[in-house]
């Protein structure tokens, strides 16, 4: 670390590269702000100069750049035009501008004024196209992680909601969550602690108390990835939703199977309704449509009069409303009659997430608090295994078909709600936008790994804490080396942090209602099924006119 260059904080592990001292970065208001650029084996940095380093949080997120969420690196000079460079690019001239186009939407421009910069120019340029191919998602990598997380931030997650956030990897998590759901009649299953059933669903299950473990295991090979049905989400009202993988195209049930899936299935709930994501769009349909509006949102892609009628071309906003339409269904059907639905996709790792976390966001206030949703994302989410790598393209072998942002489209949804209900929500836009950013960041474990054995690598089950503790000697990153995205402190200022809390949300009930006891409507959505019902109402009638 030079003496010269403002204060840096580097990450584990991270070392330094090439720095180019008195660049500057472009903002969107035509001006620019002196700094230094800095080039690590993590990450595109860029160190305002009069940005006072102890003030800073440890993960600044508005001027630099994971490596993997760069997709193109464009450079610019006067004399010649501008060049993509990857990392069999040579260079044959000094640029004069650095473009780093991010796959979280961001442009991101440094240019060189002074001609005694053009050295270090050639050389940033050079490596951040070599660093950036050489780079891997951390998941991939299996590069050690040294080092330790500021001690001062841990005073701070109580105010971020991080402690009141459950994260579904401890039996004591799901058994609290179930008691508050409120859901006679279920238990959790430590069935697959080992991972040896099914090795991308979390460690604990929720099923049905009469139906013993002997019995269960009968059931996953029946399967596709041993995915079995589970519980989700247990309406006040007494209606059960479940999600589950498609059928094995080789399995044959027999007779007994066939008996214990119904007791998994039904278990004396009445009727159960199979819902398929037939009208839902496809991963390869929502990565079109993303490549699509990443396009429109580049400067000067279309016309001013000509940008509405461009976006409804990307047909993004008509995935939004499939899917919203989609959960409005499964929410009546639950807050109408007693039964059980059950989410069934073929994989059930991509749209069976976005559609139980929007159910259970229609129906229950707790999920639409701030630790309440952070909660409903550990299960739905991370713990339920969707490939956050590969969706959001940021593993560095992954193969194009994989790359869906099935995430980013459920965050969308849920923005529109927040946009629709603001009052029923202890969330803003802002923590959202927050949320889709840290997303794109290889520093936390929440999105850093496919499914939880993978954040274990198979390890016995140790108890997570919410410290981030120094790591020597092991070969790659684990949930103990990475801090979770909910410690909000690490890469936001508490001005930043109160943006994310709506004062004027409603809170909702932190206890499911009993059943026998009428409750009293809080927020727009109200727990009770006519309450619910009518508010479902007023959604499709505003998602026809958006049809219209």
Same mark, same amino acid.
């Given at each position: 670390?030079?003496? %010269?260059?403002?204060?840096?904080?580097?990450?584990?592990?991270?070392?330094?590269?090439?720095?180019?001292?008195?660049?500057?970065?472009?903002?969107?208001?035509?001006?620019?702000?002196?700094?230094?650029?800095?080039?690590?084996?993590?990450?595109?940095?860029?160190?305002?100069?009069?940005?006072?380093?102890?003030?800073?949080?440890?993960?600044?997120?508005?001027?630099?750049?994971?490596?993997?969420?760069?997709?193109? &690196?464009?450079?610019?000079?006067?004399?010649?035009?501008?060049?993509?460079?990857?990392?069999?690019?040579?260079?044959?001239?000094?640029?004069?501008?650095?473009?780093?186009?991010?796959?979280?939407?961001?442009?991101?421009?440094?240019?060189?004024?002074?001609?005694?910069?053009?050295?270090?120019?050639?050389?940033?340029?050079?490596?951040?196209?070599?660093?950036?191919?050489?780079?891997?998602?951390?998941?991939?990598?299996?590069?050690?992680?040294?080092?330790?997380?500021?001690?001062?931030?841990?005073?701070?997650?109580?105010?971020?909601?991080?402690?009141?956030?459950?994260?579904?990897?401890?039996?004591?998590?799901?058994?609290?969550?179930?008691?508050?759901?409120?859901?006679?009649?279920?238990?959790?299953?430590?069935?697959?602690?080992?991972?040896?059933?099914?090795?991308?669903?979390?460690?604990?299950?929720?099923?049905?108390?009469?139906?013993?473990?002997?019995?269960?295991?009968?059931?996953?090979?029946?399967?596709?990835?041993?995915?079995?049905?589970?519980?989700?989400?247990?309406?006040? +009202?007494?209606?059960?939703?479940? %999600?589950?993988?498609?059928?094995?195209?080789?399995?044959?049930?027999?007779?007994?199977?066939?008996?214990?899936?119904?007791?998994?299935?039904?278990?004396?709930?009445?009727?159960?309704?199979?819902?398929?994501?037939?009208?839902?769009?496809?991963?390869?349909?929502?990565?079109?449509?993303?490549?699509?509006?990443?396009?429109?949102?580049?400067?000067?892609?279309?016309?001013?009069?000509?940008?509405?009628?461009?976006?409804? +071309?990307?047909?993004?906003?008509?995935?939004?409303?499939?899917?919203? %339409?989609?959960?409005?269904?499964?929410?009546?059907?639950?807050?109408?009659?007693?039964?059980?639905?059950?989410?069934?996709?073929?994989?059930?790792?991509?749209?069976?997430?976005?559609?139980?976390?929007?159910?259970? &966001?229609?129906?229950?206030?707790?999920?639409?608090?701030?630790?309440?949703?952070?909660?409903?994302?550990? %299960?739905?989410?991370?713990?339920?295994?969707?490939?956050?790598?590969?969706?959001?393209?940021?593993?560095?072998?992954?193969?194009?078909?994989?790359?869906?942002?099935?995430?980013?489209?459920?965050?969308?949804?849920?923005?529109?709600?927040?946009?629709?209900?603001?009052?029923?929500?202890?969330?803003?836009?802002?923590?959202?936008?927050?949320?889709?950013?840290?997303?794109?960041?290889?520093?936390?474990?929440?999105?850093?790994?496919?499914?939880?054995?993978?954040?274990?690598?198979?390890?016995?089950?140790?108890?997570?804490?919410?410290?981030?503790?120094?790591?020597?000697?092991?070969?790659?990153?684990?949930?103990?080396?990475?801090?979770?995205?909910?410690?909000?402190?690490?890469?936001?200022?508490?001005?930043?942090?109160?943006?994310?809390?709506?004062?004027?949300?409603?809170?909702?009930?932190?206890?499911?209602?009993?059943?026998?006891?009428?409750?009293?409507?809080?927020?727009?959505?109200?727990?009770?099924?006519?309450?619910?019902?009518?508010?479902?109402?007023?959604?499709?009638?505003?998602?026809?006119?958006?049809?219209?």
């Amino acid at each position: 670390m030079s003496g %010269r260059r403002p204060a840096f904080l580097g990450l584990p592990g991270e070392r330094v590269l090439e720095e180019a001292a008195g660049a500057r970065q472009r903002c969107g208001s035509g001006g620019s702000v002196p700094g230094t650029l800095l080039c690590t084996n993590r990450r595109v940095a860029f160190v305002p100069a009069q940005a006072p380093g102890s003030s800073r949080p440890f993960l600044p997120s508005e001027h630099e750049v994971a490596l993997p969420c760069i997709r193109k &690196l464009v450079a610019g000079s006067s004399f010649t035009k501008p060049k993509v460079l990857t990392g069999a690019s040579t260079l044959k001239f000094i640029p004069e501008e650095l473009s780093l186009f991010c796959r979280d939407f961001r442009l991101l421009r440094f240019y060189f004024h002074e001609n005694g910069l053009a050295p270090q120019a050639f050389r940033v340029a050079n490596a951040i196209a070599q660093a950036r191919e050489a780079a891997a998602w951390l998941g991939d990598a299996g590069e050690g992680c040294d080092g330790a997380r500021p001690e001062e931030e841990e005073e701070e997650e109580e105010e971020d909601g991080s402690s009141a956030t459950l994260l579904f990897e401890s039996l004591r998590d799901w058994e609290k969550e179930l008691k508050r759901l409120g859901a006679a009649g279920w238990r959790v299953s430590a069935v697959n602690e080992r991972f040896d059933m099914a090795p991308s669903l979390p460690r604990y299950l929720w099923v049905p108390s009469g139906l013993l473990d002997h019995d269960l295991k009968r059931l996953f090979a029946h399967f596709e990835e041993r995915r079995v049905p589970r519980l989700c989400w247990h309406h006040p +009202g007494g209606s059960d939703l479940l %999600r589950a993988a498609g059928f094995h195209a080789g399995s044959e049930p027999g007779s007994e199977d066939a008996r214990c899936l119904e007791a998994l299935l039904l278990g004396g709930r009445g009727p159960c309704v199979l819902v398929r994501p037939a009208e839902l769009p496809g991963p390869a349909d929502i990565q079109l449509a993303h490549l699509k509006l990443r396009a429109l949102c580049l400067p000067g892609a279309a016309a001013e009069e000509k940008w509405l009628s461009a976006l409804e +071309g990307t047909r993004w906003l008509d995935h939004v409303r499939s899917c919203l %339409r989609k959960a409005v269904e499964v929410a009546s059907l639950l807050a109408g009659r007693r039964c059980s639905v059950l989410l069934q996709e073929p994989s059930d790792r991509d749209l069976n997430c976005l559609l139980a976390s929007l159910v259970q &966001l229609l129906g229950d206030p707790h999920s639409r608090t701030l630790p309440g949703f952070q909660s409903l994302l550990q %299960r739905e989410w991370v713990a339920a295994g969707h490939p956050f790598p590969q969706r959001l393209g940021l593993l560095r072998c992954d193969s194009p078909w994989e790359e869906a942002p099935v995430f980013p489209l459920f965050l969308d949804c849920t923005w529109q709600l927040v946009r629709q209900f603001p009052a029923a929500f202890g969330f803003t836009e802002a923590y959202l936008l927050a949320l889709h950013d840290s997303s794109f960041t290889p520093y936390f474990s929440t999105f850093l790994f496919s499914c939880q054995r993978q954040r274990g690598h198979g390890s016995p089950h140790q108890p997570r804490s919410q410290s981030y503790r120094p790591v020597s000697g092991g070969r790659g990153p684990s949930a103990a080396a990475l801090p979770e995205v909910w410690e909000w402190g690490l890469r936001y200022s508490q001005q930043q942090r109160e943006r994310f809390r709506n004062p004027a949300g409603a809170a909702g009930p932190l206890g499911a209602p009993s059943a026998a006891e009428p409750q009293p409507s809080r927020g727009r959505f109200a727990p009770s099924p006519a309450g619910l019902a009518e508010e479902l109402l007023l959604l499709q009638d505003r998602l026809s006119a958006l049809t219209a």
